[in-house]
């Protein structure tokens, strides 16, 4: 029964962390801002640091189950 919400807040990390993963990754590869006025290794850096995060808590989720 409290298996649910540990699925489902994992594969929303999950999701999330791969899409921000793949987002940043394709803006860097075009060349593209990821934040305007903000430096591209500072954005890179934290937009790198915030997936790595949400998908280490939708492993964690996944440990809980």
């Known amino acids: 029964m409290e298996s649910g919400p540990a699925i489902f807040a994992g594969v929303v990390f ?15 590869h075009r060349r593209e801002p990821i934040a305007h006025g903000v430096s591209r290794v500072a954005s ?7 997936s790595v995060i949400a998908l280490g808590l939708g492993a964690y989720c996944f440990t809980r189950i």
Do not use: Q
């Not at 999950?14 to 860097?28: D, E, I, K, P, S």
């Not at 890179?44 to 915030?50: Q, S």
């Open 44 to 50: 890179a850096t934290l937009t790198g640091l915030a």
């Open 14 to 28: 999950a999701l999330f962390g791969g899409a921000l993963l793949a987002w940043t990754g394709t803006r860097l």
